[in-house]
């Protein structure tokens, strides 16, 4: 594909997804299934320990292959169909894995072995989709192989049975837009090509978007488990934002990230980037602590922005604390205030997604809407998943506001799940009318119901005494 948005391919409606099988959940049953707690953190600090409940590794597996199993049988059906894709390709080398290649193999996998091959042949809806493998290592259940005389080329092989079967579309992970869609290297192409012949070749497609499908598409029961991983990242952060952390004028924020990463690693997670602890204070502070301006004081507003990796999917969360001052029982209301307004700003960002619309879309919206309430918004939104910063619907980035060429006019499919994440400036009258940033990120689900936090959001600063 040359790069550019093709937005009939893109149409959509709910409509079209039930036909094609994919699942569309209501809000309710969403809410169903992540439990009595899907707004715990809406008082600033976690209501359960999930923290005390992760998984023993087997037990992840084990789950993790149930949903694996869930979503090729149930999902991947309905998406190449979307994609009008009838056999779907992913090749790769160990230690050199396509992007989509781990979502698509078992418990325990680590790489790639050798040369992997996957196969995906849509028969039709009576028959469904062949899920093959042409590797030199067989997957049981999982895929069945064509590569039976390992004394042959895997790529001729994988080119005979292309040819005995002939599908008009075959997709292959390239993009010029897509990190995710854009995994098959130059030379397992150039491979293919010749082994194909120029009849068949000539049938090669972009996978682009069945790549961003399938990595943006939750299913059900990820997105219940989504709750307690999400739930788990806001434990550690009331942990450290909190005297168990923090002696202020002892304690600096570089001890603080250190912290948490070194919390992440002994529960048995993953971080998915380095932790941040950053410091804001007035201007008076500010000059009084010049000297060593990376020590935690009385009077500072943290903020705190932590990403783990649990079950497969990642969360990424930015939380604010204050340090009181002694005799001080809370923060000073200007600063409550600022929070106050960026939690409005969740609220704009929020209803702004409806299914079909494109980032941008959504983007320019909410951006309108917050300067028309009196708000100084900036919003970078990004989709949350298999990766951090993961495929699917983009809502600016903190450098482009006026929107984001080609990925941003990419829409905003059911199931799928977003770090809203957006940051709102406030002069605090108590700081002399200082720009105050106030930063806030949190999971966010998108169902056909509308778009709602995983695990509730912030809206009370936490206290360090």
Known sequence: MSGQFDEKKQKYSIAKIRRLGIPVLSMAVVSVLMGSFLFSQNIGTTAVRDIDNILAEMDRAQVMNEILEWRLENMLPGLMRREGIDMWLVICREYNEDPVYMTLVPEPAMAARRTSILIFHDKGEKDGVARLT????????????????????????????????SPEKIGINESETWAFGDGLSASFKSTLIDAMGPDLSSRLVSAENLCVGWLETRSPRELSLYRHICGVAHDIIAEFFSNR?????????????????????????????????????????????????DIIRRGDLLHCDIGIVYMGLCTDTQQNAYVCRIGEKDAPEGLKEALRRANRLQDIVMA?????????????????????????????????????HAAGFVVGLWNRQDGVPVRGDYPLYPNTCYAIEMNN?????????????????????????????????????????
């Open 134 to 165: 042409c590797g030199f290592y067989g997957m049981g259940k999982w895929y069945e192989s064509i590569f039976k005389d390992r004394t042959k080329n895997q790529i001729g092989v994988l080119a005979e049975y292309i040819r005995e079967n």
């Open 425 to 465: 400036v406030y002069p605090v009258p108590e700081w002399d009318d200082l720009e105050v940033r106030i930063g806030l990120e949190e999971g966010g689900v998108f169902t056909e119901g509308g778009c709602r936090f995983i695990d509730g959001r912030q809206t009370r600063l936490f206290l360090i005494k």
């Open 245 to 293: 952390v923090i002696i202020p004028d002892v304690t600096t924020a570089e001890d603080v990230v250190w912290w948490i990463r070194q919390r992440i690693t002994d529960i048995g997670v993953e971080p998915w980037f380095q932790p941040s602890v950053s410091i804001q204070r007035s201007d008076k502070d500010a000059a009084m602590y010049k000297d060593n301006p």
């Open 352 to 388: 702004e997604h409806r299914a079909g619309r494109t980032g941008n879309e959504v983007l320019r919206s909410s951006l309108a809407k917050a300067k028309s309430e009196g708000l100084d918004p900036s919003v970078y939104c990004h989709p949350l998943g298999v990766h951090g």
